[in-house]
């Protein structure tokens, strides 16, 4: 558990949290923009407080509420209370992380909340990804009030509190339009072809990652080459189609592990691994612990993902 001001982050392993390094400080107003670079994984982990993200650059797979979306450059996404999300095949990403408490806008959240895109912040858990991908023109505009947010905090000078919690107000009113716009012009999903052949491919394996499935099989349901799709894999990923299965499987194994009571013995054969021998040691490789390691560690907090 990690203490973060008034406010609680709960982790399962700090080597694997990639957030774990965003927390509030003991100085109010609880707003905070980090801009940061990563290329490792994090495990599944929830907050309590809103967490917004914009991608800058670079490329990632991001699994929320147990569904996977390819996250790319220009992204936007909202992340509410208690949501397990974690990140993997990350590639390279530049990212601005936007989190608060929703006590630095109580006044006005009666108003934002009534704002398109924004009534998430008032349910106890989003089920849904609020996804957008801002056009290049439009990201400048972002990009430099999340660089006036960040200064402001960092330089804290004379009213830095009050211009922090505006230019969040600013943000969020951004957001919600951007969102509208997003919406009324059908472009909440991304159009880049070969990421929809991606996108095939993983749901392909989100809904038979139990069975034995091969990167021809895979190919065949996106309707593509299978040289073709490992090049895409390659190219986005680093990755071949064969190892990102076997990885999900590692991943998905991980979360019924800290969500779940099952055996263990009983998740591996769930999510397809015939050889319990064999998944403990592709486990241990992957998530630097065993499958026991990780269940010990949860236990105290496995209630909260379920």
């Not at 100085?27 to 982990?45: D, G, M, R």
């Not at 505009?141 to 107000?169: D, F, P």
């Not at 691994?273 to 064999?278: E, L, Q, R, S, T």
Request: charged share 20%; proline share 4%.
């Amino acid at each position: 558990m990690l203490e973060t001001g008034l406010h609680t982050e709960y982790e399962i392993n700090r080597n694997y949290l990639l957030l774990g390094e965003r927390s509030f400080d003991y100085i109010k107003p609880y707003i905070q923009v980090t801009p940061s670079v990563h290329n490792e994984n994090c495990v599944f982990h929830y907050h309590t407080y809103i967490e917004f993200v914009f991608i800058e650059s670079g490329f990632s797979l991001h699994s929320f509420n147990g569904k996977t979306a390819i996250l790319i450059p220009g992204d936007l996404f909202a992340i509410g209370f208690n949501n397990c999300h974690m990140y993997f095949s990350v590639n390279n990403v530049k990212l601005h992380n936007i989190i608060f408490d929703l006590s630095e806008i109580s006044e006005a959240i009666a108003e934002i909340t009534r704002l398109p895109g924004l009534e998430f912040l008032v349910e106890l858990e989003n089920k849904s990804f609020p996804l957008i991908n801002i056009e290049p023109e439009n990201r400048h505009e972002l990009i430099s009030l999340l660089e006036k947010m960040y200064t402001e905090r960092k330089n804290r000078s004379a009213g830095w509190e009050l211009a922090l919690k505006a230019y969040l107000v600013e943000f969020l009113i951004l957001y919600s339009r951007l969102y509208q716009k997003a919406e009324s012009s059908g472009q909440t999903e991304h159009k880049n072809e070969y990421l929809n052949y991606i996108y095939k491919s993983i749901c392909f394996i989100e809904e038979n990652y139990s069975r034995d499935i091969s990167s021809s099989d895979i190919a065949r349901h996106a309707g593509i080459n299978p040289k073709y799709l490992a090049k895409q894999f390659m190219n986005n990923f680093n990755i071949s189609p064969a190892e990102y299965v076997r990885r999900f499987k590692v991943n998905k194994a991980l979360e019924l592990i800290i969500s779940t009571d099952k055996p263990i013995n009983l998740i591996a054969s769930e999510c397809g691994f015939v050889n319990f021998p064999a998944f403990s040691r592709v486990f241990k490789k992957l998530m630097g612990h065993s499958p026991i390691y990780f269940r010990k560690t949860s236990h105290g907090s496995a209630n909260k993902f379920k």
